[in-house]
């Protein structure tokens, strides 16, 4: 009875984890809420005046794929306080019907230097299209084991992997009269100036990319199937992406996404179709960007070098302990606080203390 008892508090315990995880913090759903009402209320102006920088393919672009303003807002401000010109600087936040308006406002409220922030309802650019809803980049937990030469015993190792969903091969799309993007995922940190992203060569290549070479596709056998695939190549991640959309097109990427997902649920359901087909997709197709680019694992990984994380020019808070969570890492935390907006009057109303 006493091993029972045990076990159903460990399941009930590693439940409400998730649960915690996974729910929105009831001070961040009262600032979406209270901004949505008063988007209605104030009847602004909603659409920025400089509206034409939206499709100028001259400047410098970026994407990011949130439900969450707080969180998005963090990633464009530290983007654009380390930029050395924002001016340049577009930034496309795609979001779901619910949001829209609460991020609408947000954004017409708060500036960020020179730079220009338009927010889309990815529902409304697709309104006869009943399946298309926005994704967000899907994270999978991988444990393995590892062998160390100065220990006979095998030692378990936690990765938390970062790929894109389905949303993110709408981007051609979406954006058709843009040549290059950069995606950034919403739970991000920006440290350095990107601005030499814009001018890297990705040599005929898809998607620039860090990898985490401590998983190669070999470990990952189970989730990759039967598909042919190199054994020894890392796993890349998402996080930050400089993304070659002409390239892309030539290709047809997004058709053949379409069909490997189709043909992939057609062998049974299964949680890790999002990540078997974007690494199966780009395969050979990844311009491998310097480590030094980003780093990751300030969601799970307590023990991060920390001149690693100094040095880093994007800091990747992938993992369960998303810094605006409780559970966040709190050595971690104040990275991101540095670039909340400390001055909106409806964070002190919805009581965020994140």
Not at 168 to 187: E, G, M, R, S, T
Request: aromatic share 10%; with cysteine; hydrophobic share 40%.
């Amino acid at each position: 009875m006493t091993e029972d008892e045990a076990n159903f508090h460990m399941k009930q315990s590693a439940f409400l984890y998730q649960l915690a995880v996974q729910t929105m913090p009831k001070s961040l759903h009262c600032l979406s809420m209270r901004l949505t009402v008063e988007y209605f209320k104030s009847s602004r102006e909603t659409e920025l005046s400089s509206t034409e920088k939206y499709r100028d393919p001259a400047l410098q672009h970026y994407v990011i794929f949130s439900n969450n303003l707080l969180a998005s807002s963090v990633v464009i401000n530290s983007t654009v306080m380390h930029a050395k010109d924002s001016v340049n600087q577009v930034f496309h936040v795609l979001t779901n019907a619910q949001n829209y308006y609460a991020m609408k406002l947000w954004f017409i409220r708060n500036t960020y230097k020179e730079a220009t922030v338009e927010v889309l309802n990815i529902e409304q650019l697709y309104p006869d299209n009943k399946n298309i809803h926005v994704s967000l980049p899907v994270e999978f937990r991988v444990s393995f084991h590892i062998i160390d030469s100065s220990s006979p015993i095998a030692q378990s190792r936690t990765e938390y992997l970062s790929t894109f969903s389905n949303s993110h091969y709408l981007l051609p799309q979406i954006f058709q009269n843009l040549k290059k993007v950069v995606v950034l995922d919403d739970d991000v940190v920006v440290q350095k100036d990107l601005s030499a992203l814009w001018s890297l060569n990705l040599g005929g290549k898809v998607n620039g990319a860090v990898q985490l070479c401590s998983v190669k596709l070999d470990i990952l056998k189970s989730y990759l199937g039967e598909k042919s695939f190199h054994n020894n190549s890392c796993v890349w991640m998402s996080g930050l992406n400089v993304i070659d959309l002409d390239k892309w097109r030539e290709l047809d990427l997004t058709e053949k996404h379409r069909t490997l997902v189709k043909e992939l649920r057609m062998q049974g359901p299964s949680e890790a179709v999002a990540l078997r087909a974007s690494l199966l997709i780009f395969q050979d197709l990844i311009h491998v960007l310097d480590d030094s680019w980003a780093l990751c694992g300030l969601g799970h990984d307590y023990m991060l070098n920390m001149q690693a994380i100094k040095g880093a020019a994007v800091l990747h808070y992938n993992g369960n302990m998303k810094p605006w969570l409780e559970l966040g890492i709190p050595k971690y935390k104040h990275y991101w606080r540095n670039f909340r907006n400390q001055d909106e009057q409806f964070l002190s109303d919805c009581n965020v203390s994140l």
